[in-house]
């Protein structure tokens, strides 16, 4: 595909030659080119990510924009924010905002100097959208799909959300914890400023405007006001964008229309000129070193590496949560591999196929958390960590990713333990539902036993505010669970399958929030408190009294990675 040259670097390609999708790195900030196979237009996109849930839900569906964009010529880059997933962190007070402002111009630079495009288009939804919509000034047009007018409104409903719920976190005057989200007073402030009413489009430029009722008919008109050149259409499928990751569906009605209008907005082809390959995109920082790589079917990740001599053979391997990308809520796959990469441990996280960034069947672009078989996935981050060198491996994983680690454990001698955090299935049946953390299914039955007795809870009741036959339904699966696994043959072998890890010296923790429906997944297997998995040799059980579900909440995921550090050793 390309040439070294005698200098030993890589040579100049043409576009049509380079991989379709290739990893970038960019002044700290990571992500993905993806480069048309065939004809170049004269345009590309960057596309900016939203934040928090929005993000997590966005990332398939945007990446398959991404290839469609790609498919019909133009090039188009998507990256990680400025101190989010990926990308290189920001001082715990740092005003993120401007940050990402400017990151834009960055980026926009960086794809006209890798892909020869003269014009750049921005793309986003929702948060996403509002930032391209900030930095429209670097660009000659716009697609904004279902942008947030009103930061203000934003904070304020994050701000509600942090308060209520299974996964409520910390808000207040200081800054706010919420979503996987952790944003500094300093951001707060400068995101609640925000309103797209108050900036100007230069005329002449071309919008896309994607809205959900008419919610952006005022912004529509300040476009026009401006002289922009506006195309409106409405947004087929925006509820079920925004369901959990596990389940959504990507907007395929709206995709065509963007693929459509930029046909027509930007229609410019370019002959095929000679633009260089970036440098292995490696991201260095202190004791550490982050290479994206490509393994297996497609598979794609990054590989955490110590710096100096710290290497001592081990290296953990990190799960999708659920239908998350592979960095996990709030990051917590890429804090805990740069804190192992510290003290001489490497760390693969990568995704699934068919969930994050790696493609999955071609008729089937989302794979099910449980039911599709991990097995070849995780044999090929096996092969790929013990080629170069790293033979004392484990897997980590939260929720669905904790169900992955340890059948991996359990089937696979070459790895040494597992770390399964708030597993909410231990056995997987066809028809179990994937609704976890929703107030039918998100807590503990001593939970739901406990506010029985609380005249709240009655109140509520009467008021509807409580699903009662959710609620229900639930705590009767799970009695029927426990009274039927003393003759089911799949609790059997789970069992038999823990005892064999046990007897081979392996290891692995169960760690369950003491509110979290995944501790009465662990008893119905293994008896009240999990006597009966911790008490074989190298298994251990932890019940922490204030972990949520997914790991939202900063405070839940400083103490799992405290846990995890402590556990390896």
């Known amino acids: 595909m390309s040439e070294v040259s005698a200098s030993g670097r890589l040579a100049s390609v043409s576009v049509a030659d380079i991989d379709a999708m290739q990893p970038i790195a960019v002044d700290g900030l990571t992500g993905w080119l993806h480069a048309p196979n065939g004809e170049v237009r004269d345009s590309g996109v960057v596309i900016c990510s939203p934040l928090g849930r929005d993000a997590r839900c966005a990332h398939l569906p945007m990446r398959l924009l991404a290839e469609q964009l790609a498919a019909a010529g133009y090039p188009v880059l998507r990256y990680d924010h400025a101190g989010l997933d990926e990308s290189l962190g920001l001082a715990a007070n740092a005003d993120a905002w401007p940050i990402w402002t400017a990151d834009i111009e960055r980026m926009a630079a960086h794809l006209r100097a890798r892909a020869g495009v003269r014009r750049i288009v921005l793309a986003g939804v929702r948060l996403g959208a509002s930032l391209a919509a900030v930095g429209v000034e670097v660009a000659d047009g716009l697609i904004l799909l279902g942008p947030v007018l009103n930061g203000r409104s934003w904070v304020r409903k994050l701000r509600f959300s942090a308060t209520t719920g299974v996964n409520a976190g910390e808000a207040d005057a ?144 990190f799960c999708n949560t659920g239908g998350d990308p592979r ?48 097995e070849a996935d995780m044999d090929a981050a096996v092969a790929l960590l013990q080629g170069k060198g ?10 669905s990713g904790g169900y ?27 028809g179990d539902s994937l609704a976890i953390g929703r107030r039918d299914d998100g807590h503990a039955s001593r939970v739901y036993m406990g ?28 009695l029927a669970a426990k009274l039927a696994q003393r003759r089911d043959p799949q609790a059997a072998a789970l069992r038999a399958g823990v005892a064999r890890l046990s007897a081979r010296g392996g290891r692995a923790c169960l760690l369950v929030g003491l509110d979290d429906g995944s501790l009465d997944e662990v008893e119905t297997y293994f008896g009240p408190e999990g006597r009966g998995f911790a008490g074989q040799p190298g298994l251990s059980m932890l019940i922490e009294p204030s972990l949520d579900h997914g790991l939202t909440r900063s405070a839940s995921r400083a103490t799992v990675l405290a846990a995890l550090l402590n556990w390896l050793g």
């Open 451 to 478: 506010k029985a007795r609380s005249l709240k809870t009655w109140m509520r009741l009467l008021r509807g505010g409580v699903d009662l036959k959710a609620v229900g339904r639930t705590l009767a699966v799970r």
């Open 327 to 374: 960095a996990g809520i709030g990051g917590f796959a890429v804090q805990a591999g740069r804190q192992l990469a510290l003290r001489g441990v490497a760390s693969l996280r990568f995704d699934f196929a068919g969930i994050g960034d790696s493609p999955g069947a071609p008729d089937e672009p989302r794979s099910h958390v449980y039911e599709t078989s991990r």
């Open 174 to 317: 200081q800054g706010l914890d919420a979503d996987g989200l952790h944003l500094s007073a300093a951001t707060v402030a400068s995101l609640s400023a925000v309103d797209l009413l108050q900036i100007g489009t230069p005329p002449g430029a071309k919008v896309l405007l994607v809205s959900q009722g008419r919610i952006n008919a005022p912004y529509a008109a300040r476009l026009e006001q401006d002289g922009a050149t506006l195309t409106q259409t409405d947004f087929p499928g925006y509820d079920d964008l925004f369901l959990d990751a596990h389940s959504n569906h990507p907007p395929v009605e709206v995709f065509d229309r963007v693929v459509a209008w930029m046909a027509r907005s930007f229609p410019d082809m370019r002959r095929q000129a000679a633009v260089p390959l970036a440098d292995d995109p490696v991201t260095q920082a202190p004791g550490r070193a982050e290479r994206p790589v490509c393994f297996g079917a497609g598979l794609r990740g990054v590989l955490s590496l110590p710096n100096g001599p710290k290497r001592d053979g081990r290296a953990v391997l």
């Open 390 to 399: 790293f033979d004392r491996l484990c897997v980590v994983g939260v929720c």
């Open 404 to 430: 992955h680690a340890l059948h991996a454990a359990l089937r696979d001698p070459r790895i040494e333990g597992a770390f399964a955090v708030n597993p909410a299935k231990l056995i997987w049946r066809p």
